[in-house]
């Protein structure tokens, strides 16, 4: 295309989405929780943290007053769940990190054209591009929205990529992943982390269908959804668990019947923490189709 520019059109996509999105509240990370800014809701970033700051001083002020002990020993528990808490969401379930690959067999010939469905600000965009690093990924998100990332914007998503050094193998495509723009078979491999799971449940048919529409028969797709395991109990012990957002999320032979019906074999299920993950593929054609 005549004058056509990747970047320039990007930045044009970015001004408008940046006058809708909530950039003021946008939360600094903490620790090393600063190499990447994927800008998950402080709560869940530095929440936990700011309860052991605040229970801490407390259980300080409580034993230097002399008040009675029962108040010093609850809010020292508290805090220290907090401290606890925090660690777990930054070594465990990694909120400010790019992701760890969950299964070694996801392209594990190394080098591929690959979509990140729902790419968002790249936790699992990068985990690709580093740990397969002759792969090209196309980062498809569609910015509008809130999933928990203040200001998610295909700028925030480059600007990690950048920070990664693997920028010049990110293509970054706005867009609906129920209906895409790309060509049958144009990809080698896909996946989808924590987003596919937020459609409404009668879109996701129509999703698991587009996958394997643009993925290449044998094409490899690695599927991740929020799993509320034992660390997301321990990290967020109020929250309903087992129903609303956490209900049917991890429903292991729901995803399984939903991967058949759309063409794909499921080769294996697994967890890590906060996570269910399954690595499928797509069946081949029958002989005679192409
Ligand atoms: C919770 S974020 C996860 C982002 C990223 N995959 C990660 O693991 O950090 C969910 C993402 O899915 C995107 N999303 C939701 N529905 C979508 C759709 N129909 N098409 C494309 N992206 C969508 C949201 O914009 C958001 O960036």
């Keep these: 295309m005549d004058g056509y520019s990747p970047s320039e059109a990007e930045r044009e996509l970015n001004a408008r989405f940046r006058g809708r999105s909530g950039s003021g509240a946008h939360t600094p990370l903490m620790l090393d929780w600063w190499t990447y800014d994927f800008g998950y809701m402080w709560p869940i970033t530095r929440g936990h ?16 007053r002399g008040w009675p002990r029962w108040i010093t020993g609850v809010t020292s528990v508290i805090s220290v769940w907090g401290l606890l808490g925090a660690l777990v969401m930054h070594y465990a379930i990694e909120i ?25 600000s790249g936790r699992a965009t990068l985990m690709v591009l580093m740990s397969r690093p002759r ?7 569609r910015y509008t929205g809130f999933y928990g990332i203040v200001d998610n914007t295909p700028d925030r ?5 950048r920070k990664a050094g ?6 970054v495509q706005v867009g609906d992943m129920r209906e895409t723009p790309f060509t049958d078979g144009q990809f080698d491999g896909a996946l989808s982390v924590a987003a596919m799971d937020h ?15 643009i993925l290449k028969p044998g094409g490899e797709f690695l599927f991740v959804t929020i799993n509320s ?5 321990f990290a967020f012990p109020t929250a309903i668990h087992g129903h609303g957002y956490w209900g049917w999320k ?9 991967m058949n019906a759309a063409g794909f074999d499921v080769l294996e299920v697994g967890a890590h923490p906060a996570e269910m993950f399954f690595l499928a593929k797509k069946r081949a054609l029958p002989a005679g189709q192409s």
């Design 49 to 64: 943290f700011l309860v052991f700051l605040v229970f801490g001083a407390a259980a300080a002020l409580c034993a230097w």
């Design 96 to 120: 400010n990190s790019p992701m760890t690959m969950p299964t070694e067999r996801f392209l594990a010939s190394g080098g591929a054209n690959v979509v990140d469905l729902g790419a968002g």
């Design 157 to 161: 998503l480059r600007a990690n990529a």
């Design 250 to 258: 991890g429903n292991e032979a729901l995803w399984r019947e939903r």
């Design 166 to 171: 693997v920028d010049d193998r990110l293509r």
């Design 199 to 213: 459609l409404r449940s009668e879109d996701i048919p129509r999703a698991l269908t587009e996958t394997a529409r």
């Design 135 to 141: 792969t090209v990924v196309t980062g498809l998100d």
């Design 229 to 233: 395991d034992f660390w997301v109990k």
